[in-house]
């Protein structure tokens, strides 16, 4: 192994990353932000009133604008402009309109953002040596004997894994409670089925704020999306109504009055439409690159990891009937898994104690009238 990433490996499982990182660029979020009671019901004033340009002179007064929008730093430059400009006060306008007094409040306080822009400090962390070594050139890393490369074009995630409850070992480090997973593809368009990790209670009480008359918890949506169409059906006319300019029904209209009609398209009190979104409706979101599967405090044999850990990569990048190969297949955690997903697979292992494991485990997967394991050993010389 490049003897560069022999050290970013030791570094990373043993040395204090985030702590030196923290000395060399402090990053804490603070509480929410106030509004002042006053400047607030002069919002709801021009809000209920539907006067866009009193709505955006007092909502620019604010630390935090509710929308992200490349214009708004001008205006806050220049608030004459809001009355040279009533095209971009009329879209500015009728974007908060769409988000509803709640939303608009809640976005304004958000807590103010970490510094982001770490971009232009790295330098100097690095000569700080943060890292502990001195940066190295790229024609020199290069030019390392023995350096691996895989190719940036076929890595698609570096992912943390909790793999263990927090330790207490009597050294001069912190504990290691993580694993590293690389995710390489060998191919651009790689099987992908796109895994979905259900909503925790905080996740529906966050996203889905609203309760209809029977109980079930939704969030809205607008009901047009970017881009204009001209002589589409999703540029015509709908209850009245066109798009928004630059804009475009996100269904035909036929289908909009359908989901009017069942009751799935709120109004709000000036008029605007939003589809409903139900929690119950909804499998979930999409699964991050820091995940927690914990491995057995009593394995079977020193490497083995969690069986559902290996389920889950097997069936985010394989289908069913496809070939699974496990180069050190250990105590056979990666076969077993496989098995049990309906996939083909090779296990090669040159431990003689890890085969006996790995036998094992394997005879011990009940077998069915529509399924059982059969499989062949080949033992080289």
Avoid at 239 to 251: A, D, E, F, T, V
Wanted: one cysteine or more; aromatic letters at 10%.
């Amino acid at each position: 192994m490049n003897y560069w990433i022999q050290l970013s490996i030791e570094y990373a499982n043993q040395r204090s990353y985030l702590d030196d990182l923290f000395r060399v660029y402090p990053t804490i979020p603070e509480g929410i932000r106030d509004i002042d009671s006053g400047l607030w019901k002069e919002i709801e004033k021009a809000f209920e009133n539907h006067n866009n340009t009193a709505l955006l002179e007092n909502l620019l007064q604010l630390d935090l604008f509710p929308i992200k929008d490349s214009y708004v730093a001008y205006l806050k430059r220049d608030r004459e402009s809001l009355k040279r400009n009533p095209a971009t006060v009329a879209r500015l306008g009728g974007r908060l309109y769409e988000m509803g007094l709640d939303e608009i409040y809640s976005r304004s306080s958000e807590p103010k953002e970490t510094n982001r822009q770490i971009g232009p400090l790295f330098k100097r962390w690095l000569k700080k040596k943060s890292l502990g070594i001195e940066p190295m050139k790229l024609e020199d890393f290069l030019n390392t004997k023995g350096k691996c490369n895989f190719g940036s074009k076929r890595c698609r995630n570096d992912i943390t894994r909790i793999k263990c409850n927090p330790k207490n070992f009597n050294r001069k480090a912190y504990g290691n409670v993580k694993d590293l997973i690389l995710f390489y593809s060998k191919s651009e368009s790689p099987t992908w089925n796109d895994p979905i990790t259900p909503f925790t209670e905080e996740d529906i009480a966050r996203l889905f704020k609203k309760i209809d008359k029977d109980g079930r918890k939704y969030t809205t949506i607008p009901l047009h999306a970017p881009g204009e169409t001209v002589s589409g059906r999703t540029g015509q006319e709908w209850q009245g109504m066109k798009p928004p300019k630059g804009r475009h029904w996100r269904s035909e209209p036929e289908v909009l009055e359908q989901l009017d009609e069942q009751g799935l398209i709120e109004w709000s009190a000036t008029g605007v439409p939003r589809k409903k979104i139900f929690a119950d409706e909804k499998e979930g979101k999409k699964m991050q690159d820091i995940w927690e599967f914990k491995d057995s405090q009593y394995p079977s044999y020193p490497t083995e990891k969690n069986l559902n850990l290996l389920k889950f990569i097997i069936k985010a990048s394989s289908n069913e009937g496809d070939l699974v190969l496990d180069c050190f297949c250990g105590s056979g955690t990666t076969l077993i898994a496989a098995q049990e997903l309906n996939r083909k697979w090779i296990g090669i292992d040159k431990s003689e104690q890890a085969i006996k494991v790995a036998k094992k485990r394997l005879s011990e997967i009940p077998s069915s009238l529509f399924s059982r394991l059969d499989y062949e050993m080949l033992v080289q010389k």
